[in-house]
């Protein structure tokens, strides 16, 4: 599995310009409300989610975005969902709870996970994971990040997670 140190250096190899902040280590996404005023750009939460048929989810959303995992499963096409088990999550992404990062995609090689980003990401400028470890956080530009994904191939399931509660047709494929 890779680590902080090979993760920045895959970015480096692509282009990317990461800017990664140090700090404590933070485990979910209240505990970063002081550290998270140092850093530009938007701020995640991730998700590891396993729904009733098996199928691996992980989605990234913006720290403030509300997600109702209930209905989330009608939105994106999957069974019932429920948070994956720490023993999984290592399996597949290589990390353990409060490290959960879009970034731990690259420890995904048979691709087992469902990519969800949240539409709010998407768009940003500015985009910040933890870089495989919860005591830092690496900043990339939204390019950046696109560069990221597609050289491992994953095309994100785009969900505007604000709109679900008015339409739940508010994805994009």
Do not use: C
């Amino acid at each position: 599995m890779k680590t902080r140190d090979d993760i920045l250096a895959y970015l480096a190899s692509l282009g990317a310009t990461p800017v990664t902040t140090d700090h404590v280590a933070v485990f979910h996404v209240g505990e970063g409300e002081g550290i998270k005023d140092e850093i530009p750009g938007a701020h995640t939460k991730n998700l590891f989610l396993k729904d009733a048929k098996g199928r691996i989810w992980l989605i990234s959303a913006k720290d403030d975005t509300v997600i109702d995992l209930k209905r989330l499963h009608t939105v994106i096409g999957s069974a019932r969902l429920s948070f994956g088990t720490a023993e999984l999550m290592v399996e597949i992404l290589g990390v353990t709870p409060g490290s959960v990062t879009a970034l731990a995609l690259i420890n995904d090689v048979e691709r087992r996970a469902t990519f969800v980003l949240d539409k709010a990401l998407a768009e940003a400028d500015q985009v910040n994971f933890h870089p495989l470890t919860n005591t830092a956080t690496t900043t990339l530009t939204q390019a950046d990040f696109r560069k990221f994904l597609a050289s491992l191939k994953i095309t994100p399931l785009v969900v505007d997670f604000p709109a679900l509660s008015l339409d739940e047709s508010a994805f994009q494929r």
